[in-house]
C-alpha cells in the first residue's frame, strides 16, 4: 500500500524465524539516504495483538543488533556494554543510552497493547 508518491509500506511475513532474521539484517544493511527502513508493527501470528513501534534509528537498531549478537541480553549476560561499545567505536554511556531508548520504545509499545 502506497503511504504518499515517494513512500510505500509492506507487510512481510515468513513462517521460519531464521528466514525472518536474515531478512531483517538484510533490510539493516540497505539503509542508506535512498532507503529508510523501518518497522511499524510486530506480531507473532495474525491473531495475536500487534505491537507498533515508535521509529528506531540506523544507529540504535545497530546497537541492538551487535548486543544481540554478542549476548547481551542472554541471561546470564555473555557480553558488556564495553563489549558493544567498542566495535561501534561509542562510549559505554552511548550505547548505553541507544539500548535504552529502545527497550523503552518497545515497552511503551509492548504496555499500549494490554490495556
Request: proline fraction near 5%; include cysteine; aromatic fraction near 4%.
Amino acid at each position: 500500500m502506497s503511504t504518499s508518491p515517494d513512500q510505500f509500506r509492506m507487510t512481510l511475513s515468513w513462517a521460519d524465524p531464521e528466514t525472518g532474521t536474515e531478512l531483517l539484517e538484510c533490510l539493516a544493511t540497505a539503509d542508506s539516504e535512498d532507503v529508510s527502513i523501518s518497522v511499524d508493527c510486530l506480531s507473532r501470528n495474525t491473531v495475536s495483538p500487534c505491537i507498533e513501534v515508535e521509529p528506531v534509528t540506523r544507529k540504535q537498531r545497530e546497537a541492538v543488533r551487535l548486543a544481540v549478537k554478542k549476548g547481551y541480553y542472554k541471561n546470564p549476560r555473555e557480553a558488556s556494554l564495553a563489549d558493544v561499545a567498542g566495535p561501534l567505536g561509542i562510549s559505554e554511556s552511548a550505547v548505553s543510552q541507544r539500548l535504552a531508548t529502545v527497550e523503552r520504545k518497545l515497552m511503551i509499545a509492548l504496555a499500549a497493547t494490554c490495556e
